[in-house]
């Protein structure tokens, strides 16, 4: 069973545009995570924001947590088209053992020139 | 610094013929996962080793096996091919715990035919 759900699926905007990514998940969770993922590449970590934090910047890039609402979102400002790429949350449920983590299906972030 | 290695890069088998996937890793994390990507799917665990000696399964075990040889090698073994476990097969490390990220090969692309 997929614990996230990402929205949108597929996402294009033009260079210097801001992107943003949504994910919603369905148990208590450790920490979310964040990687990307080029074409044809093996998958890249982000960011990583704890269960107890609301939000987390790390460059261009900004991951806000809801665990009221289960969800978090990924902020990417000034895109570029460098930018363009796969992106992954995946979560570490607190019924885990073993640093498993569980990813959605993955938003595909086209940006354009 | 290697990282995470996969090979082979790409494989081609027959339905019901057999191989091993091989996966090392220089980071000394104790950690590794086998994980398998398939279009829209998203990534999903086949097996994982918290740490050397151990082995567990994940989401999607059936059809597989594997080994840790060591704290650096984790190999997945596909006894008898079936057409769908063609997929993009990944191997990832971490280390052990709640709060650390993966790290992933560059992945073996596998068509059973």
């Known amino acids: 069973s997929q614990q996230g759900e990402e929205d949108p699926q597929a996402l294009s905007i033009q260079e210097g545009e801001n992107a943003t990514m949504n994910c919603s998940y369905k148990?208590?969770?450790?920490?979310l995570q964040w990687y990307r993922q080029n074409s044809g590449r093996g998958l890249v970590h982000l960011i990583l924001?704890?269960?107890?934090?609301r939000e987390k910047h790390s460059g261009r890039l900004r991951v806000t947590l809801d665990t009221s609402k289960k969800s978090s979102s990924l902020l990417i400002t000034a895109s570029r088209a460098a930018d363009t790429a796969s992106y992954f949350c995946?979560?570490?449920?607190?019924?885990?053992?073993?640093?498993?983590?569980?990813f959605g299906q993955g938003t595909e972030l086209s940006v354009k020139p | 610094n290697a990282g995470v290695t996969q090979t082979p890069k790409f494989q081609v088998l027959k339905t019901g013929q057999s191989m091993t996937l091989q996966c090392a890793q220089d980071?000394?994390?104790?950690?590794m996962y086998w994980y398998r990507q398939d279009p829209g799917m998203g990534l999903r665990l086949i097996y994982y080793?918290?740490?050397?000696?151990?082995?567990d399964k994940g989401e999607v075990p059936n059809g597989y096996n594997v080994s840790r040889l060591n704290k650096r090698e984790f190999s997945l073994r596909l006894e008898s091919a079936a057409p769908s476990q063609t997929s993009v097969y990944f191997c990832?490390?971490?280390?052990?715990?709640?709060?650390?990220?993966?790290?992933f090969g560059p992945g073996t692309r596998l068509t059973v035919t």
């Open positions: 148990t208590s969770i450790n920490n």
């Open positions: 990832a490390s971490s280390e052990l715990g709640d709060l650390y990220e993966q790290y």
């Open positions: 995946a979560t570490d449920p607190i019924y885990n053992q073993g640093g498993k983590l569980i």
């Open positions: 080793s918290a740490s050397e000696g151990t082995t």
């Open positions: 980071m000394n994390h104790n950690s």
């Open positions: 924001i704890r269960s107890n934090e």
